[in-house]
Nanobody
Framework: QVQLVESGGGLVQPGGSLRLSCAAS????????MSWYRQAPGKERDWVAT???????GYVDSVKGRFTISRDITENTVYLQMDDLKPEDTAVYYC?????WGQGTQVTVSS
């Protein structure tokens, strides 16, 4: 059973940066597409970014140019580098693959 564990969330001021990590059990990062989603209070869970097995990436328009998804195959970890954070980025961020979800990590952007 694949397990995903997110970390790296926290409180940051607008314009700041955070790097989220998603540690996967087993060697799946190189063989499966991995994605990040987020869920703001009172809203649905929305797609943020995906990295394919080829290394190609995709982003929702609202984070293009600010967020970067990457992976470390040797560490079985996927990252989400978030720069120039805005209050509207506040949400619980989840890592997912094959309909398996991590527990999420809270990101709060506030002054």
């Amino acid at each position: 059973q694949v397990q995903l564990v997110e970390s790296g969330g926290g409180l940051v001021q607008p314009g700041g940066s955070l790097r989220l990590s998603c540690a996967a059990s087993g060697s799946i990062v190189s063989t499966l597409a991995m994605s990040w989603y987020r869920q703001a209070p009172g809203k649905e869970r929305d797609w943020v970014a995906t990295i394919l097995t080829t290394g190609m990436t995709g982003y929702v328009d609202s984070v293009k140019g600010r967020f970067t998804i990457s992976r470390d195959i040797t560490e079985n970890t996927v990252y989400l580098q978030m720069d120039d954070l805005k209050p509207e980025d506040t949400a619980v961020y989840y890592c997912t693959t094959l309909s398996i979800w991590g527990q999420g990590t809270q990101v709060t952007v506030s002054s």
